[in-house]
């Protein structure tokens, strides 16, 4: 498969707290479906943030201990369980398109949108794929300890690798993941609330790029980068017609997306009756 046709831009990596990154999904959602450009985009948490899913209980977080480590606490619009996204181990994605670009099918929406992420896998040298037999579930409030699923959770080595979420509005669908570029254990079960797995635990059940393939961040970050604009271009040049799209390489935000962006931090991704609601309501 490759992507749907159309104007993309590739917006490569920024450093921004969490709030802000999943504000600009949201932002990058709402360009794509008004009639503006696609976006492919890979952005680096900083500081380090404990994102919850959409609905995660917030009595499962450990909130002094994430204010003594300086990490950042926000809520994702997708669901499944906290994620903490190191600043150094966490290398985050996603994907705004245009709703009607991508198949109704949830299973099918993510297979799509899941191809350049495995093609970076395989850029890197690392055998990865979808999960294909049960793993039982350690520890339901975090995402990476919960019973691994075969529609979005990508496995190497036997481990926990990637994991994917999406979600959509009328209009736009966002796709958005993590990829493990180096395990901290104890900051990431440090972040819950008594958690009742070990650290050892924790790495037997999740790997990094850095463990199996002989690459620094910065040369994974490139092989995500490269994966999904190959993947963009790929659809473009398989259209029908004469104008199929374009990828604009070296995208940027615009200041409305950027204004939209501050809108949403302080009316959502950084208010309390959002992040520390038990269900976020959604907005």
């Not at 079960?189 to 690459?215: K, N, Q, T, Y």
Request: aromatic letters at 8%.
């Amino acid at each position: 498969m490759t992507a749907p046709d159309g104007d993309w831009r590739l917006i490569r990596e920024e450093s921004r707290p969490g709030a802000t990154q999943m504000a600009l999904d949201e932002a990058a959602a709402e360009t794509a479906g008004d009639g503006g450009p696609a976006t492919i985009r890979t952005y680096r948490w900083d500081p380090s943030c404990l994102t919850l899913g959409y609905g995660q209980d917030p009595e499962t977080v450990d909130w002094a201990a994430c204010e003594r480590a300086g990490v950042d606490v926000t809520r994702r619009q997708t669901g499944g369980g906290g994620i903490y996204h190191d600043a150094v181990g966490d290398i985050a994605y996603s994907i705004a398109v245009p709703a009607a670009a991508v198949p109704g099918e949830l299973l099918d929406a993510y297979h799509l949108l899941c191809e350049p992420i495995l093609d970076a896998f395989g850029r890197l040298g690392i055998d990865a794929d979808y999960v294909e037999d049960s793993v039982a579930e350690l520890y339901h409030p975090a995402c990476y300890l919960r019973e691994l699923h075969s529609a979005h959770d990508v496995v190497a080595d036997g481990r926990k690798i990637a994991g994917n979420a999406q979600y959509r509005t009328r209009d736009a669908v966002v796709q958005h993941g993590s990829l493990t570029f180096a395990v901290d254990a104890e900051a990431h079960l440090a972040a819950f609330a008594d958690p009742p797995v070990s650290p050892e635990r924790f790495r037997e059940r999740v790997v990094g790029i850095g463990e199996l393939a002989d690459v620094d961040r910065a040369e994974a970050v490139r092989a995500v980068e490269t994966s999904l604009a190959a993947w963009v271009e790929a659809g473009i040049e398989s259209g029908e017609g004469d104008a199929n799209g374009s990828l604009t390489r070296d995208g940027s935000w615009t200041s409305e997306e950027l204004d939209r962006a501050d809108e949403l931090k302080a009316e959502k991704y950084r208010a309390d009756d959002w992040v520390r609601s038990r269900s976020g309501g959604r907005r």
